[in-house]
T-cell receptor, first 112, second 111 residues
């Protein structure tokens, strides 16, 4: 247990659906991240929030929309996804933006 | 852009043997980290080594850093079946405030 909780653990959605992934940490960390992990590809950094402000958007398509209402919660809103968006989505948090990161267990997303 | 790159991509060794994985990176860094990931789960932080450090130990783990060669190695001694996992290095570029992960090394410990 790392202290970072992601829900749901598994999600199957159609291309026309709208869903949200949730990440929660009570470690007192200021930075939170979304990563995408696809088979045989490097872990891709999607978004970085530092003190609730988005500091990084790594050319992510607009069908992925992050939200950070406070420093303990991070959401990833999904709409009109494509099958190639199927992947493991990992949330992480850290004290600063370049220190040890604590990861959640991930959400396995399948787009059908 | 990819910063760290692990080598080999996959490694199978007998239980009890030592496992060595390497990581090369491209730009100057502040620190380098190693993480482990069990299949389909989140990453777990193993060790962080700063750019002014050359070697660090944690239990059966030994990490070295050679900034002149822009490379690091992770040595796991006396491997166990539970060490079977993917191992990633992560670096932060000196003038950047984010960490970038490599593709990882898949380590399989044979009984």
């Amino acid at each position: 247990e790392t202290g970072v909780t992601q829900t749901p653990r598994h999600l199957v959605m159609g291309m026309t659906n709208k869903k949200s992934l949730k990440c929660e940490q009570h470690l007192g960390h200021n930075a939170m991240y979304w990563y995408k992990q696809s088979a045989k590809k490097p872990l891709e950094l999607m978004f970085v929030y530092n003190f609730k402000e988005q500091t990084e958007n790594n050319s992510v398509p607009s069908r992925f929309s992050p939200e950070c209402p406070n420093s303990s919660h991070l959401f990833l809103h999904l709409h009109t996804l494509q099958p190639e968006d199927s992947a493991l989505y990992l949330c992480a948090s850290s004290r600063g933006t370049v220190t040890e990161a604590f990861f959640g267990q991930g959400t396995r997303l399948t787009v059908v | 852009s990819q910063q760290g790159e692990e080598d080999p991509q996959a490694l199978s060794i007998q239980e009890g043997e030592n496992a060595t994985m390497n990581c090369s990176y491209k730009t100057s860094i502040n620190n380098l980290q190693w993480y482990r990931q069990n299949s389909g789960r989140g990453l777990v932080h193993l060790i962080l080594i700063r750019s002014n450090e050359r070697e660090k130990h944690s239990g059966r783990l030994r990490v070295t850093l050679d900034t002149s060669k822009k490379s690091s190695s992770l040595l796991i001694t006396a491997s166990r079946a539970a060490d079977t996992a993917s191992y990633f290095c992560a670096t932060d570029a000196e003038r950047d405030d984010k960490i970038i992960f490599g593709k990882g090394t898949r380590l399989h410990i044979l009984p």
